[in-house]
C-alpha cells in the first residue's frame, strides 16, 4: 500500500503470479526512491499536504503508511500520527525514520483495523485503495474510526489513467484488475492494481456513509520543473492521481 514512482511500463495480464504487491521484497530501494521522486515528492505528497491543510493537535491514522515519509511531514506539522501497513519490511523503514513516539502497527485494510470507534480525527489513504477489488469493508472500517466530523484524504490512481494502458481497452464501467510488471531498480516487481470508474468511486464513498467534499486533480510542485526538466510537462498536462476527500457527517456515529 504504497505511493507509486510512476507508471508501470510492461503490462503483462496473462502472466500467472505466484505473489504480488509484496512491497517487503524491495522495501529499502523503493523507499530510497519514493523520498525525492517527482511523483511522490513533487506531487502526490505534496498535494496530500495542501488538502489536509492545518494538522496541528489533530489525531491521524496513515493507512498504508510505508516507510512513512507523510506521516513524517504531517508529523512536522504538529499532528498525532498513527500508521499502519501490510508490509512489515517497510514498517520497519518507518520506524527508523519516525523513532518510537508514533505508533506503528502491521495491519491489513481488508481486516478490521485494531483501533476504537472515533479514535481519530483524520484518515490519509495514500495510493492505496486501487489495490482493493471491494473498497466497501475498508471504507466501513475506516468510517467507524473517525470521530463525527471527521475527514478521509485519499489518492488512487486515476481512472482515466488506468483505461489507457492495454489494447484494446477495457470495459470503462466494469470493475476489473490488471497484472503488470513493474521494472524497478533493475529487478522486475509483480503487481496487480484494481480500476473502477469514477461513480463507483463516489458511490463507494457514499454508501459508506461519507459525504463528498473535496475531488482534486492537482499540479506538481511548480520547483519540479528544473529538478525534473524531461518529465514534468508530462505530469502537469496529463492525468495521473485522482485525490479526495470526504467527511463523516458531524451528527453521525463512528460506528456507521
Known amino acids: 500500500m504504497k505511493r507509486l514512482t510512476g507508471v508501470p511500463e510492461r503490462f503483462d495480464q496473462s502472466a500467472h503470479l505466484a505473489q504480488v504487491n509484496d512491497y517487503d521484497s524491495f522495501a529499502e530501494a523503493y523507499s530510497a526512491e519514493n523520498e525525492n521522486s517527482l511523483v511522490n515528492a513533487y506531487y502526490e505528497r505534496p498535494a496530500m499536504l495542501a488538502l489536509a491543510g492545518d494538522v496541528a493537535g489533530r489525531r491521524i491514522l496513515d493507512a498504508g503508511?510505508?516507510?512513512?515519509?507523510?506521516?513524517?511531514?504531517?508529523?512536522?506539522?504538529?499532528?498525532?500520527?498513527?500508521?499502519?501497513?501490510?508490509?512489515?519490511?517497510?514498517?520497519?523503514?518507518?520506524?527508523?525514520?519516525?523513532?518510537?513516539?508514533?505508533?506503528?502497527?502491521?495491519?491489513?485494510?481488508?481486516?478490521?483495523?485494531?483501533?476504537?470507534?472515533?479514535?481519530?480525527?483524520?484518515?490519509?489513504?495514500?495510493?492505496?485503495?486501487?489495490y482493493l477489488e471491494d473498497w466497501g469493508p475498508t471504507l466501513a472500517e475506516l468510517r467507524r474510526v473517525l470521530r463525527p466530523g471527521g475527514r478521509l484524504l485519499a489518492s488512487v490512481e486515476h481512472p482515466f489513467v488506468a483505461y489507457t494502458f492495454q489494447d484494446p481497452r477495457p470495459d470503462y464501467f466494469a470493475t476489473t484488475s490488471y497484472t503488470f510488471d513493474w521494472p524497478f531498480?533493475?529487478?522486475?516487481?509483480?503487481?496487480?492494481?484494481?480500476?473502477?470508474?469514477?461513480?463507483?468511486?463516489?458511490?463507494?464513498?457514499?454508501?459508506?456513509?461519507?459525504?463528498?467534499?473535496?475531488?482534486?486533480?492537482?499540479?506538481?510542485?511548480?520547483?519540479?520543473?528544473?529538478?525534473?526538466?524531461?518529465?514534468?510537462?508530462?505530469?502537469?498536462?496529463?492525468?495521473?492521481?485522482?485525490f479526495f476527500v470526504v467527511e463523516v457527517p458531524p451528527s453521525a456515529s463512528g460506528s456507521g
Open 185 to 242: 531498480n533493475g529487478q522486475s516487481v509483480p503487481m496487480r492494481f484494481w480500476r473502477k470508474p469514477l461513480h463507483a468511486m463516489t458511490d463507494a464513498f457514499t454508501t459508506a456513509g461519507f459525504r463528498l467534499s473535496v475531488i482534486s486533480e492537482p499540479q506538481p510542485d511548480p520547483a519540479a520543473r528544473e529538478l525534473f526538466p524531461d518529465d514534468f510537462d508530462g505530469l502537469s498536462t496529463r492525468p495521473c492521481f485522482l
Open 65 to 130: 503508511c510505508g516507510s512513512g515519509p507523510l506521516s513524517a511531514a504531517l508529523r512536522g506539522r504538529g499532528a498525532v500520527v498513527t500508521g499502519i501497513d501490510v508490509s512489515a519490511g517497510m514498517l520497519a523503514l518507518a520506524r527508523r525514520r519516525l523513532g518510537d513516539d508514533v505508533a506503528l502497527h502491521v495491519a491489513d485494510l481488508s481486516d478490521p483495523l485494531p483501533f476504537a470507534d472515533g479514535a481519530f480525527d483524520d484518515v490519509v489513504a495514500s495510493l492505496v485503495l486501487h
